[in-house]
Structure formats: C-alpha cells, structure tokens
C-alpha cells in the first residue's frame, strides 16, 4: 500500500494581483499547506490570508521566514527586492520559490544560485510556462522530430499596458521595461524548444523613464536555427508562438500560458493537443514539491542554470537598447 506524500507549508510574500492567481491554485493542491501571507501592509495581509484560506498572516517579512510551519516561500514582489527577500528565507533554511526573473541581472542570479548551494536549500525562478504540458508536448514533438530540423521561432509578448511614468513598469529603480517583465517569456521558449543561443541581436525603443517599452530580440541558435521575438507594453495585444520546421510547424497560442499546441505536418496532417487543466501554475507547483520530496536544491524543470542563462541574455539585450540611445 502506497504511503500519502507529504505536505509541504507554503508561506506567500507580495500579496497582490498575481499572487491570488497563484494562490488560487496553490488552495487546489491537495499536498500544499498554505501557512502563511506576509506584507508591509498589515491589513492587506489579512485580508488576503482570509480570502484564500491561509492560516495566518504577518506584518513582516523577517517574521514569515522565521515561521517554523513555513517550508517553501513564494516570492512575488517588483523584481528589485527579489535578491534580498530571497536571500532572507533561504539564509532562514527556508524553500525558496521566487517569480521570474529572479533577479534584475546575471550577477545577482549567480549570487542567489551560489547562496543555495552553500546554504544547502531549494531555489527556483519561478517560470510557469517551464512547466505548461502543452509547451512539454512541443517539445516532445520537436524531439521526435515530427517537424524536422528547427529552423525559426517566432514568439511574442506583447500588450497595451501603462504609459503612467509612475508605473512600476515604467520605473528604472523598479526594475522597469519590457525584457525583464515580459521579454524572459520569448527568450525563455526559444531558449526551451530551439536550444542553446550563441548570438543576441536586439533593437528597441526608451521611454522618457529611460526603460524600453518595446524591443525586436533576433537569437541564432548553435544548431542553426534562428529565433524572431518581440517585447512590448505599448502595443496590440499579440502572446503566440509557432515553430517552424523542415518538414512542418507547431502553433501555440498564448504561450506563456498555454493550454493548446498545434503540430502541422509537411504532408496535411495536423495534431492538437490541449491540456486537461486549465490552470497556469499547477503543474510548476507540483513540480516544486515534487523536486523538494526527491531531496533536490534545484527543480529539474527549470534548473539553475538555465535562470542564469536567461538572466544573462535579458542583460545583454538591455545593454544593446542603452547603448544605442542616441
């Protein structure tokens, strides 16, 4: 008779907007404990940890971590604070679980990576599309080679958001623009289903703030293959994907949160694959437990090594941007 997996406590730190939809299905998860909701707004924590079902709530950071039922900490603040609360929990012994990117460059992502290895705890770039079973059947499509050798990606992410130069987008001491919040999405696929990336090419535009707000991102590929991505908070709404082939192509609409694949064959024939859940982050979640339960200080879904290498691509991009404003 098979023995019940362990829980696991999840404490949660940055009540806001993507955090309810994480917790929404954290709740689902019936190996997943949720503990505890920390933010500098007492009230905001509260009310959170009401809404969702947690079973407590703090004023502070420093007090979530130092909460013995919290195991894994989810990290979903601006991007600026994610190397120090991050180095908070895992310097506590804690799990860490931080949303993408982990780090604003590849200097503090090494850092983080390094600090888990001494420290002897999980951290992981919390990048949900890592983990989509329809981004794992285009891969598995791709494997099997159903559309031959790879020779372009294309992907977009790209939508009409703030022009308030106030916004956190818009804000170079937030960690503002448009590769670093959205633009890791693209990298990320072309990196996951084209492979191993020798050359950035990348133009864009500065807002007044000084960020981009909208970039073209041209990868070549060591196998050959060439990517085409854009990036933007300033345009009509274009998220999908598709994979072109020498003997045929796979379609993903919205793919950083996919829930359909579309394999076209050279000779007419077409598969669709759609996911059984609907959710965004089920599958990340259980993929973290799962790695945490095998006694791993990184997920195999989406190791160390690959945050680094997108932190250092998405900081090459932003360094070609600056340095040719006029």
Known sequence: MNEPRRKWGW????????????????????????????????????????????????????ALVDDPEVEIVY????????????????????????????????????????????RGVFLMEAMKTAFLPAIQRARQWIAAGEI????????????????DPNDRLMNPKLGGGCVLDVGIYPIFLS????????????????????????????LTHENGACSALTASFQ???????????????IQIPKFHTAQTAILNRADGRSEMFEAEDSGMVGAEIEAVMGALDAGH??????????????????????????????
């Open 297 to 326: 200080l990184e997920c195999p879904g989406h190791p160390h090594q690959r945050s680094i290498r997108l932190a250092e691509l998405m900081e090459m991009a932003i360094h070609q941007i600056q340095s040719s404003k006029p």
């Open 75 to 118: 990290i979903v603040v601006p991007h600026v604070f994610h190397r120090g609360i991050a180095e908070l929990a895992m310097r506590a012994g804690k799990a860490v679980v931080c949303e993408k990117p982990l780090t604003v460059n590849a200097a503090e992502t090494r850092t983080l990576c390094e600090l888990a290895r001494e």
């Open 235 to 249: 345009s009509h709404e274009s998220m999908d994907a598709v994979i072109l082939g020498t003997a045929g192509s």
């Open 148 to 163: 031959g050798d790879v020779k372009l990606i294309r992907a977009d992410f790209c939508f009409s958001g703030p022009d």
């Open 11 to 62: 404490g949660l730190i940055g009540p806001g907007r993507f955090a309810r939809e994480f917790a929404s299905e954290l709740i689902l998860n019936d190996r997943a404990r949720p503990v505890a909701v920390a933010s500098r707004d007492p009230t905001r924590a509260r009310e959170f940890a009401a809404d969702f079902g947690f079973e407590k709530s703090h004023d502070s950071y420093q």
């Open 191 to 218: 990196h996951f289903l084209g492979g191993k990336i020798c050359d950035l090419k990348t133009t864009g535009h500065l807002t007044e703030t000084g960020v981009e707000d909208t970039v073209a991102i041209s």
